[in-house]
């Protein structure tokens, strides 16, 4: 893979009003263009070593446009592996703006989605474990989303896979020696050290495959829909999970006619919680479609809050509700605690058949935290149970893991079915070669094709 000789700038904070906003350059000519926007500065900063910070104005024809705080990192010692720039700026959009545009006008040009990171993996600063976790450190919402990617970024779940690989690549050596120089007397591969090698790789792939639910939640969040009949207290409980007033409430029914989705961390794990239209009979066109809308959402959702008015018999919407919940994870919110219980919680569990209630009160708050442990257990029910650094996360890693399985499982019948060395050694380079294209690791030339390199840093924002 080439890497590019362009210089590139690009805007690494968020755009938008702030105290500090940092523009970043890369590239060989990095210190050049910098040092040109310096001028009362340049020679100063020119000849300085790595690792410095300078205080400077940003000039443009005499006229000062910033006070910045330069800091110099110098190849390889850098994000990047080539001189980087970074210029600490007021967080003014108009300001940041004029200093990419001034650093264009230098010779250097804009970066594209990622293109810093794709830099720092081209030279051999992070492998694409690496560098697609710094996209989800960025995007983190939740505690375990920060802590699996943090992981990752550590090399945890790198070296892990990199063991296996070379535990293949160590199975080729002998196999494609003994194909090469046939007519040489060279030791062949013992079978049964051979197959335990096997077995253990398809036991550790397959260990690493079994956390792939668990890291769909963490990386995705847990959708949860909040359903129920009209006013059994469905958006007061919404906003009393949010602690504000997200929704409106009123005592008449149907007021809810859309979805309303907003997302917390509870116990460290992302919540996508959704309000929804009272579930009824309606001749109502408005509410028939917030109905509709709702159903939906409860079909889209890993787990289903299923809100009762705890203060008044169940009525035939609720059973109605309740056997349309048949087969998925859902809790039973009984509301209205503050009030006189109308319903115990055993007999509307066993009457609706369902699994899970809680007694709560979105009007005072009482069990809303018990309310949130039983929806976290329900979604992670027959979820196994994994450290946060051996957690799979992303799918790409996944397909590669599931095809290396797949492979290593057709060696080892090779083995056992005493076929060729050439047919058994195909299967463990590809199974080598997809572990590889995990880590972004070539084997025998053969390297990370560029169209998947397009497609993971397409998902980076511009600056990273």
């Given at each position: 893979?080439?890497?590019s000789q362009d210089?590139?700038?690009?805007?690494?904070?968020?755009?938008?009003?702030?105290g500090?906003?940092v523009?970043r350059?890369?590239?060989?000519?990095?210190?050049?263009?910098?040092?040109?926007?310096?001028?009362?500065?340049?020679?100063?900063?020119?000849k300085?070593?790595?690792?410095?910070?300078?205080?400077?104005?940003?000039?443009?024809?005499?006229?000062?446009?910033?006070?910045?705080?330069?800091?110099?990192?110098?190849?390889?010692?850098?994000?990047?592996?080539?001189?980087?720039?970074?210029?600490?700026?007021?967080?003014?959009?108009a300001?940041?703006?004029?200093?990419v545009?001034?650093?264009?006008?230098?010779?250097?040009?804009?970066?594209?989605p990622?293109?810093?990171t794709?830099?720092?993996y081209?030279?051999?600063?992070?492998?694409?474990?690496?560098?697609?976790?710094?996209s989800?450190?960025?995007?983190?919402?939740?505690?375990?989303?920060?802590?699996?990617?943090t992981?990752?970024?550590?090399?945890?779940?790198?070296?892990?896979?990199?063991?296996?690989?070379?535990l293949?690549v160590?199975?080729?050596?002998?196999?494609?020696?003994?194909?090469?120089?046939?007519?040489?007397?060279?030791?062949?591969?013992?079978?049964?050290?051979?197959?335990?090698?096997?077995?253990?790789?398809?036991s550790d792939?397959?260990?690493?495959?079994?956390?792939?639910?668990?890291?769909?939640?963490?990386?995705?969040?847990?959708?949860?829909?909040?359903?129920?009949?009209?006013?059994?207290?469905?958006?007061?409980?919404?906003?009393?999970?949010?602690?504000?007033d997200r929704?409106?409430?009123?005592d008449?029914?149907?007021?809810?006619?859309?979805?309303?989705?907003?997302?917390?961390?509870?116990?460290?794990?992302?919540?996508?919680?959704?309000?929804?239209a009272?579930?009824?009979?309606?001749?109502?066109?408005?509410?028939?479609?917030?109905?509709?809308r709702?159903?939906q959402?409860?079909?889209?959702?890993?787990?289903?809050?299923?809100?009762?008015?705890?203060?008044?018999?169940?009525?035939?919407?609720?059973?109605?509700?309740a056997?349309?919940?048949?087969?998925?994870k859902?809790?039973?919110?009984?509301n209205?605690?503050?009030?006189?219980?109308?319903?115990?919680?055993?007999?509307?569990?066993?009457?609706?058949?369902?699994?899970?209630?809680?007694?709560?009160?979105?009007?005072?708050?009482?069990?809303?935290?018990?309310?949130?442990?039983?929806?976290?257990?329900?979604a992670?029910?027959n979820?196994?149970?994994?450290?946060?650094?051996?957690v799979?996360?992303?799918?790409?890693?996944?397909?590669?893991?599931?095809?290396a399985?797949?492979?290593?499982?057709?060696?080892?019948?090779?083995?056992?079915?005493?076929?060729?060395?050439?047919?058994?050694?195909?299967?463990?380079?590809?199974?080598?070669q997809?572990?590889?294209?995990?880590?972004?690791?070539?084997?025998s030339?053969?390297?990370?094709?560029?169209?998947?390199?397009?497609?993971?840093?397409?998902?980076?924002?511009?600056?990273?």
């Amino acid at each position: 893979m080439n890497i590019s000789q362009d210089t590139i700038v690009a805007i690494a904070t968020p755009l938008g009003v702030g105290g500090l906003g940092v523009v970043r350059l890369s590239g060989p000519n990095a210190v050049a263009i910098a040092s040109a926007l310096l001028p009362s500065s340049r020679e100063i900063f020119l000849k300085a070593q790595s690792h410095t910070l300078h205080h400077a104005w940003i000039e443009r024809n005499g006229q000062r446009i910033d006070e910045v705080v330069a800091a110099l990192f110098r190849a390889p010692r850098s994000y990047t592996g080539e001189d980087v720039v970074e210029l600490s700026c007021h967080g003014s959009p108009a300001v940041l703006k004029e200093v990419v545009k001034l650093a264009e006008q230098g010779g250097a040009r804009m970066a594209g989605p990622g293109e810093f990171t794709q830099r720092a993996y081209l030279n051999g600063k992070m492998d694409l474990i690496q560098a697609e976790a710094v996209s989800d450190l960025i995007h983190a919402h939740s505690k375990s989303a920060r802590a699996a990617a943090t992981s990752q970024l550590e090399g945890t779940l790198s070296a892990k896979i990199k063991t296996l690989r070379s535990l293949l690549v160590d199975l080729l050596a002998p196999l494609e020696a003994n194909l090469d120089f046939a007519e040489e007397d060279i030791p062949g591969l013992a079978p049964e050290e051979a197959l335990t090698t096997i077995e253990a790789v398809q036991s550790d792939i397959e260990h690493l495959l079994a956390t792939r639910l668990r890291g769909k939640i963490i990386r995705d969040g847990v959708r949860v829909a909040i359903v129920g009949k009209p006013n059994v207290g469905k958006s007061s409980l919404f906003n009393a999970l949010l602690a504000q007033d997200r929704a409106i409430v009123t005592d008449i029914p149907g007021t809810t006619r859309d979805t309303l989705d907003e997302t917390m961390d509870w116990e460290g794990t992302a919540v996508v919680l959704t309000d929804t239209a009272g579930i009824r009979d309606t001749t109502d066109v408005i509410e028939e479609h917030g109905t509709r809308r709702a159903k939906q959402a409860r079909e889209l959702a890993h787990v289903v809050l299923f809100v009762v008015d705890g203060s008044a018999p169940l009525a035939a919407d609720d059973e109605k509700i309740a056997r349309e919940l048949l087969g998925k994870k859902a809790v039973v919110a009984l509301n209205k605690r503050d009030l006189r219980a109308a319903l115990d919680s055993a007999a509307v569990l066993k009457h609706l058949q369902l699994e899970h209630a809680v007694s709560i009160s979105a009007k005072t708050g009482a069990g809303l935290t018990e309310l949130q442990k039983a929806v976290l257990s329900a979604a992670y029910q027959n979820v196994p149970e994994a450290e946060a650094s051996k957690v799979l996360t992303n799918e790409r890693h996944i397909s590669h893991l599931e095809k290396a399985l797949e492979r290593i499982i057709r060696a080892k019948s090779g083995f056992n079915e005493k076929r060729s060395e050439e047919a058994i050694s195909i299967d463990i380079r590809e199974a080598a070669q997809e572990l590889g294209s995990i880590t972004g690791d070539a084997l025998s030339g053969r390297s990370v094709n560029e169209d998947v390199l397009t497609a993971i840093f397409s998902h980076f924002c511009i600056g990273k």
